[in-house]
């Protein structure tokens, strides 16, 4: 293991207030979002919607890194120009989803493991031969009556520190992702005490086997109330939450927090990080975004597919990350509803 260009590419994905966009939706989910503006999942339309996003102008100046789909990794850009090049031109990292996704988890009726280990090694030394320099995996942890039980949390933890380590092997920085879901009517306090005791348990699996802490991210849930809570934490208490349980459980050796946002709104998820940044700045690692529809739902819905769209669709984004980027520095000043 490299573990000293390994800290440099974890330490340049968080510098200067810029952030991760998460573009790298299964033909599944891509397919779901292009549903919701009416557009045909063909392998023609999610080539040239990721391209329209990559060639965003300046989406350097605010974005480091981009997570990439299989599929997109190995596509091109209408001129011929791989993905991956087309991204290093920005001035953005290429990074790549290596899971295979949440399955059922044997013995637990409604509980999930990530899967992808199989063939891993082959696959990361592949994806860095393509241009990747970092990759993620996301685990998924319900809140329900008797869920989360500690053999999901540990199933999952284990498998996201021998991700994290075969990614390390590989020269891929590691983006640890275990997300607690926001679904559900549990309160912001049993999200805190679910969120705590994984975020323990993962950093314990990550010690035992050996995974460079500088050379990685914790890309984590905020602290916030379920969906269908009937309180609503405001902006303030889920920072606040959020800062204190990642002191409690986050090692200062790891560089940089990177939030998904999980299914809250644009606004709600720039208003968050950008409390976080104003209020408790000055934590031992960067707090950044790595967002997926907090970055594209606009862009999605400015697009819906047509080319004489894509001026709108861009801005949009680039309007979205400029706005994240300020957050992640704590100088983000609202903006009109
Ligand atoms: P969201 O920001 O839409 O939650 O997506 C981020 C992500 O990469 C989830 O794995």
Not at 45 to 52: A, G, K, P, T
Not at 173 to 199: Q, S
Request: with cysteine; aromatic share 6%; proline share 4%.
């Amino acid at each position: 293991m490299d573990e000293a260009n390994l800290a440099s590419i974890a330490r340049s994905l968080i510098a200067d207030g810029r952030g991760i966009l998460a573009a790298d939706e299964s033909t599944g989910t891509i397919t779901k979002r292009f549903d919701g503006i009416g557009v045909e999942s063909t392998e023609e339309n999610r080539r040239s919607y990721r391209e329209l996003l990559f060639t965003t102008p300046g989406l350097g100046e605010f974005v480091s890194g981009a997570i990439l789909y299989d599929e997109t990794i190995r596509q091109a850009a209408t001129d011929g120009t791989p993905i991956p090049a087309l991204l290093a031109k920005q001035d953005i990292h290429p990074g790549i989803k290596v899971d295979t996704g949440a399955k059922p988890l044997a013995g637990s009726a409604e509980e999930t493991v990530t899967e992808g280990l199989d063939g891993l090694r082959e696959r990361v030394a592949e994806y860095h031969g393509l241009g990747a320099r970092f990759a993620k995996w996301r685990a998924v942890i319900k809140i329900g009556d008797r869920i989360p039980t500690p053999y999901c949390i540990e199933a999952n933890a284990h498998a996201l520190a021998r991700y994290a380590r075969l990614c390390q092997d590989g020269g891929l920085v590691p983006i640890v992702e275990p997300e607690v879901l926001m679904d559900g009517d549990h309160d912001i306090d049993r999200c805190d005490a679910v969120t705590t005791e994984t975020l323990h348990v993962v950093f314990a699996a990550l010690h035992r086997q050996g995974v460079s802490l500088e050379g990685m991210l914790l890309k984590p849930n905020m602290v916030i109330s379920g969906k269908d809570c009937s309180r609503q934490a405001d902006v303030d208490e889920v920072a606040e939450r959020t800062v204190r349980c990642l002191r409690r459980t986050v090692p200062a050796a790891v560089p940089g927090i990177v939030f998904l946002s999980g299914g809250q709104s644009e606004q709600v998820a720039t208003a968050h990080l950008n409390a976080m940044n104003a209020k408790f700045g000055g934590q031992p690692w960067a707090l950044s975004f790595s967002y997926g529809r907090a970055l594209q739902d606009g862009a999605l819905k400015s697009w819906k597919g047509s080319a004489d769209n894509t001026q709108a669709a861009q801005t949009s984004l680039a309007t979205r990350a400029k706005l994240n980027s300020a957050a992640a520095k704590g100088a983000y000043t609202g903006e009109a509803a």
